[in-house]
């Protein structure tokens, strides 16, 4: 076996070693403080009216919600995840930046990285809206890293943070909780998001050009950043999980044009059962 081969095949196993040390540490961390809620967090449904209007296309497929008195927990627990994969469409808008100067260090060598997310339902609001939905709020946190996983819930705030092997960004939304008859019937959760934006401008438009004259970064390796409310997310699950119907997907996207310097190309998630959901046996 040559030198390449051999080379190549140490990469992929150091990279099935991350993965299953980030799969036994989600096991342990990512609920561990589940019950521990904020005094001081006081969640607000002021965006409702906008949450119906951009959302209409989603909702239009809403079915009147029976009774159920365990919704609200359920719904925290079964539609939140950890540590899901992103991918992200290549129209020059990147979400954020990078920086992979110390990737040597990294536990799966040279040049691997992962983009990972996580989401938590936080909280259900008890007063009903309407028959067909359920207020609810959540947060993300998004991004690429070569050394640590996305285990533990951030805190109640909108923040980008980045270091050298890794780059993060915690989002706040707000949104409904649907369910449908369609595609063979599924949950379905419409968001709009808050957080604070790493972005260049119009002067320095790429991060390339930026960091080469160290207007972004600095000593603090911090990109100059703007809040940004206009961001918006669909997550999907089946109705019933199963073998072949148990992955949960998602896409986020921003609401500004393309011409804003804060808009970002469209997002798309993909995420494993969550500890808490259902699981129901079916045929392959």
């Known amino acids: 076996m040559g030198t390449l081969p051999v080379m190549l095949h140490l990469r992929s196993l150091s990279m099935l070693w991350l993965l299953v040390f980030f799969s036994f540490a989600t096991s342990f961390t990512a609920f561990e403080n589940w019950d521990d809620d904020i005094p001081s967090v006081v969640y607000t449904y002021n965006r409702f009216a906008e949450i119906q209007e951009k959302c209409g296309s989603v909702l239009s497929s809403a079915?009147?919600?029976?009774?159920?008195?365990?919704?609200?927990?359920?719904?925290?627990?079964?539609?939140?995840?950890?540590?899901g994969d992103w991918e992200q469409d290549s129209g020059g808008a990147p979400l954020m930046p990078f920086d992979d100067?110390?990737?040597?260090?990294?536990?799966?060598?040279?040049g691997s990285f992962l983009k990972l997310a996580s989401f938590w339902v936080v909280d259900v609001d008890p007063v009903r809206r309407a028959r067909n939905m359920v207020s609810l709020s959540g947060i993300m946190e998004i991004?690429?890293?070569?050394?640590?996983?996305?285990?533990?819930?951030?805190?109640?705030?909108?923040?980008?943070?980045?270091?050298?092997?890794?780059?993060?960004?915690?989002?706040?939304?707000?949104?409904?909780?649907?369910?449908?008859e369609e595609n063979g019937g599924e949950r379905l959760i419409c968001l709009l998001g808050t957080s604070m934006m790493p972005r260049t401008n119009q002067f320095l438009p790429s991060w390339e050009l930026a960091d080469m004259y160290g207007y972004k970064f600095g000593e603090q390796h911090q990109p100059p950043l703007i809040q940004d409310d206009q961001i918006m997310l669909v997550l999907r699950y089946n109705q019933t999980f199963s073998l072949t119907t148990g992955n949960i997907?998602?896409?986020?996207?921003?609401?500004?044009?393309?011409?804003?310097?804060?808009?970002?190309?469209?997002v798309h998630l993909s995420s494993h059962l969550g500890l808490h959901s259902k699981y129901q046996f079916g045929a392959c």
Do not use: C
């Open 63 to 83: 079915s009147e919600l029976n009774p159920d008195d365990n919704r609200s927990s359920r719904i925290k627990e079964e539609l939140s995840f950890v540590n």
């Open 101 to 110: 100067k110390e990737m040597h260090r990294s536990p799966a060598g040279p």
């Open 249 to 266: 997907t998602g896409e986020m996207k921003s609401l500004h044009e393309k011409s804003d310097f804060k808009y970002f190309d469209g």
């Open 143 to 180: 991004g690429v890293t070569a050394r640590q996983p996305f285990s533990y819930r951030p805190g109640w705030s909108p923040k980008f943070r980045k270091d050298p092997g890794l780059s993060s960004m915690t989002i706040l939304f707000e949104g409904v909780y649907i369910e449908s």
